[in-house]
């Protein structure tokens, strides 16, 4: 299980992730919503919302008559989500396992895009999603999938298994928690969902320098980039992974290969 620090935000790493998103999780995230089927008037809860891009884009999609709402734990990213606020769009500092502050059934539409995986508790955060939906209400989760590891964590696996980062063995904390299909599906079906689709979809993307992949994984991680490793050793196991992935170099750039897993699952009843 993943112990990841929420201490370790910058306003640097909120800005850079803001920027760099828009390439990445943005993208899945039009995907999940796709898949979840987002309709005009939905009142809509994005758990881990982050900056808040793909929460205002869903708010364009609910028009004015829907409300989105967007929670996060990191204040520094519920800053920059704020900036984008109107009248049915708001964001709040908030965590998965407790959303107490939305009454019971009052969402038509929940989900977490590139969330899940960060999340300690999963099957609290699933309990408390599920409250807050209305019956037939959609849920879409968008994440790794542990049955196709992220090229990203098999390289800095590969760095952490070598001398003298090995000695640390605590260090591969805050590595994210992905799941598998049957996972996901056990998971959902055991907090009362109705399993609807469980997809992977691998997308392939080149890159100029090992440098920009790796600094956007800390934007991403929230600074959690070698968390646990003590402060002088870190800049060395930074060059060991620069170096593994320059090893996928290719006249285009570094290959880079990611895996999103879509799960989606509905809450019993209505519709
Ligand atoms: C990779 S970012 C994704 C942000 C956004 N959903 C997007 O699509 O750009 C992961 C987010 O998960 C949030 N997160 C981590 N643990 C969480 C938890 N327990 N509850 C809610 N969000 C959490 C982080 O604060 C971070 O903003």
Same mark, same amino acid.
């Given at each position: 299980?993943?112990?990841?620090?929420?201490?370790?935000?910058?306003?640097?790493?909120a800005?850079?992730?803001?920027?760099e998103?828009?390439?990445?999780?943005f993208?899945?995230?039009q995907?999940?919503?796709?898949?979840?089927?987002?309709?005009?008037?939905?009142?809509?809860l994005?758990i881990?919302?982050?900056?808040?891009l793909?929460?205002q884009?869903?708010?364009?999609?609910?028009?004015?008559?829907?409300?989105?709402?967007?929670?996060?734990?990191?204040?520094?990213r519920?800053?920059?989500?704020?900036?984008? =606020?109107?009248? $049915?769009l708001?964001?709040?500092?908030?965590? &998965?396992? !407790?959303?107490?502050? @939305?009454?019971? %059934? /009052?969402?038509?539409?929940?989900?977490?895009?590139?969330?899940?995986?960060?999340?300690?508790?999963?099957?609290?955060?699933l309990?408390?999603?599920?409250?807050?939906?209305?019956?037939?209400?959609?849920?879409?989760?968008?994440?790794?999938?542990?049955?196709h590891?992220?090229?990203?964590?098999?390289l800095?696996?590969?760095?952490?298994a070598?001398?003298?980062?090995?000695?640390?063995?605590?260090?591969?904390?805050?590595?994210?928690?992905?799941?598998s299909?049957?996972?996901?599906?056990?998971?959902?079906?055991?907090?009362g969902?109705?399993?609807?689709?469980? =997809?992977?979809e $691998?997308?392939?993307?080149?890159?100029?320098s &090992?440098? !920009?992949?790796?600094? @956007?994984?800390? %934007? /991403?991680?929230?600074?959690?980039?070698?968390?646990?490793?003590?402060?002088?050793?870190?800049a060395?196991a930074r060059?060991?992974?620069i170096?593994?992935?320059?090893?996928?170099?290719?006249p285009?750039?570094?290959?880079?290969?990611?895996?999103?897993?879509?799960?989606?699952?509905?809450?019993?009843?209505?519709?």
């Amino acid at each position: 299980m993943s112990a990841v620090s929420l201490i370790s935000d910058t306003e640097d790493l909120a800005l850079h992730y803001e920027q760099e998103s828009i390439k990445r999780q943005f993208v899945s995230g039009q995907v999940l919503l796709g898949k979840i089927g987002i309709e005009p008037g939905m009142k809509v809860l994005d758990i881990g919302c982050g900056t808040g891009l793909l929460a205002q884009h869903v708010a364009q999609m609910v028009g004015s008559n829907g409300m989105v709402t967007g929670i996060d734990p990191l204040p520094l990213r519920i800053d920059l989500a704020k900036r984008k =606020s109107t009248a $049915t769009l708001d964001f709040f500092v908030g965590d &998965a396992v !407790d959303l107490m502050r @939305f009454p019971e %059934a /009052s969402m038509d539409a929940v989900y977490f895009n590139s969330v899940f995986h960060w999340i300690k508790d999963q099957p609290l955060a699933l309990r408390q999603a599920f409250r807050v939906m209305k019956a037939g209400a959609p849920l879409g989760i968008a994440s790794g999938s542990a049955d196709h590891p992220l090229q990203f964590h098999v390289l800095k696996d590969r760095v952490m298994a070598r001398k003298p980062y090995s000695d640390y063995a605590e260090a591969i904390d805050g590595q994210p928690n992905n799941l598998s299909a049957a996972d996901y599906r056990k998971l959902c079906a055991d907090t009362g969902f109705v399993v609807r689709d469980i =997809s992977v979809e $691998t997308t392939v993307s080149y890159h100029d320098s &090992a440098d !920009d992949i790796v600094d @956007f994984y800390n %934007a /991403s991680a929230f600074g959690n980039l070698f968390g646990n490793l003590p402060v002088e050793l870190k800049a060395g196991a930074r060059d060991a992974l620069i170096a593994e992935f320059e090893a996928f170099r290719t006249p285009d750039g570094i290959r880079q290969e990611r895996s999103h897993l879509f799960a989606i699952a509905a809450k019993p009843g209505g519709r």
